[in-house]
T-cell receptor
């Protein structure tokens, strides 16, 4: 099935600094989703990217899908304590057989 | 509208015991999934279902069984629990898999410890 590598595994930032996590695949992806999981919580869907070169924004979050549809990134501008958690990318094979999740990037914010 | 409800939230099992993790959704979603998440790791697919009466194996199905007798319920059965099954189990559901898509809705999870 599809495999995705997500980096970095951990990211420590000072509150107010920016944060970026990357998701890379060796194969072309049909689409990619991003999820956020707060400590002790469950994953929550953030967004889906479908088109080559697509850029979507949600307030301070910017999501990009690479031109070759093999990589994606999530960028948070001016982090806040509410951004703490693990950010996962997830990809599908195009069918109903479930998403494959990356290992996630743990965002730790120091006040 | 409760979304996806998982019970129990926590459970401690002894090696060799069995249990059923319950999952119910009230959103009339066709697609349902069971994932496990080990500490600090991503989620691995155990089983999935595309509708009532239809189930299929995911990446890590050994030691587990599922059934889908109704659209709403998708229980996960652990037989002969082993320490390797200590994990957090998430049930998820989805209305569709096409585009556009609102992603999976996850339950709050069951934290299982096998001792």
């Amino acid at each position: 099935g599809q495999q995705v590598m997500q980096i970095p595994q951990y990211q420590h930032v000072q509150e107010g600094e920016d944060f970026t996590t990357y998701c890379n695949s060796s194969t072309t992806l049909s689409n990619i989703q991003w999820y956020k999981q707060r400590p002790g919580g469950h994953p929550v869907f953030l967004i889906q990217l479908v088109k080559s070169g697509e850029v979507k924004k949600q307030k301070r979050l910017t999501f990009q899908f690479g031109e070759a549809k093999k990589n994606s990134s999530l960028h948070i501008t001016a982090t806040q304590t509410t951004d703490v958690g693990t950010y996962f990318c997830a990809v599908s094979g195009g069918g109903a057989d479930g998403l494959t999740f990356g290992k996630g990037t743990h965002l730790i914010i120091q006040p | 509208n409760a979304g996806v409800t998982q019970t129990p939230k926590f459970r401690i099992l002894k090696i060799g015991q069995s249990m059923t993790l319950q999952c119910a959704q009230d959103m009339n979603h066709n697609y349902m999934y069971w994932y496990r998440q080990d500490p600090g790791m991503g989620l691995k697919l155990i089983y999935y279902s595309v509708g009532a009466g239809i189930t299929d194996k995911g990446e890590v199905p050994n030691g587990y069984n599922v059934s889908r007798s109704t659209t709403e319920d998708f229980p996960l059965r652990l037989e002969l629990a082993a320490p390797s099954q200590t994990s957090v189990y998430f049930c998820a559901s989805s209305y569709s898999i096409g585009v556009p898509w609102d992603g999976y809705t996850f339950g709050s999870g069951t934290r299982l410890t096998v001792v």
